[in-house]
């Protein structure tokens, strides 16, 4: 099984600040892997696919990047909705997902 | 839009049985491979079970083979769980969520149904 390791477990920042959220595979993954964003009491909801490619209706100041067994998730400017957990999930050998980022405000 | 409601959650004893159901619309069920994903109070998330559109192809989680069955009725644009033999650690919510069609992720899911295992 693959394991996705999130770092840091939690990121207390203010809004306006950039976020950047580590994800790192035990194994490669190759650009198989998506982030998502769940707020509390929420269902999660896709942000990025296949590393970097972001989802419908997803803004800009959500991006993606890496390959193989280290990826990014950064959040350019943060709003006072991007505060949430945010996941990541591989789908290169099964699917796992990663233990999760807490994104609070500062 | 895509919609998906599930029901079918409750509380139930160990060694119990359950069937959750997620209804669709919004969206042409029958061309979607459809999954079912649980996330653990406080806890991460962890995917259950995945059928193709058609049904023919259909993968468990190692924790949940052979307790659990996944089903759907196109006609009915609906998606089933059936949960036998469950035990403490199934305790979860319960998502239906539709894959993506580039890829083995999910684009819609449902708002979550509770199951909880206990005596």
């Known amino acids: 099984e693959i394991v996705l390791t999130q770092s840091p477990a939690t990121l207390s920042l203010s809004p306006g600040e950039r976020a950047t959220l580590s994800c790192r595979a035990s194994q490669s993954v190759l650009n198989y892997l998506a982030w998502y964003q769940q707020k509390a009491g929420q269902a999660p909801r896709l942000l990025i696919y296949?590393?970097?490619i972001r989802a419908i209706g997803v803004p800009a100041r959500f991006s993606g990047s890496g390959s193989g067994t280290d990826f990014t998730l950064t959040i350019s400017s943060l709003e006072p909705e991007d505060f949430a957990v945010y996941y990541c999930q591989q789908r290169n050998n099964w699917l796992t997902f990663g233990g999760g980022t807490k994104v609070e405000i500062k | 839009e895509a919609q998906l409601v599930e029901s079918g959650g409750g509380l139930v004893q160990p060694g119990g049985s359950l069937r959750l159901s997620c209804a669709a619309s919004g969206f042409t069920f029958k061309n979607s491979s459809m999954n079912w994903v649980r996330q653990s109070p406080g806890k991460g998330l962890e995917w259950v079970s995945y059928m193709s559109s058609s049904g023919i192809t259909i993968h468990y989680a190692d924790s949940v083979k052979g307790r659990f069955t996944i089903s759907r009725d196109n006609a009915r644009n609906s998606l089933y769980l059936q949960m036998n033999s469950l035990k403490d650690e199934d305790t979860a919510v319960y998502y239906c969520?539709?894959?993506?069609?580039?890829?083995?992720?999910?684009?819609?899911w449902g708002q979550g149904i509770l199951v909880s295992v206990s005596s």
């Open positions: 296949d590393a970097s």
């Open positions: 969520a539709r894959n993506l069609h580039s890829g083995w992720y999910f684009d819609y």
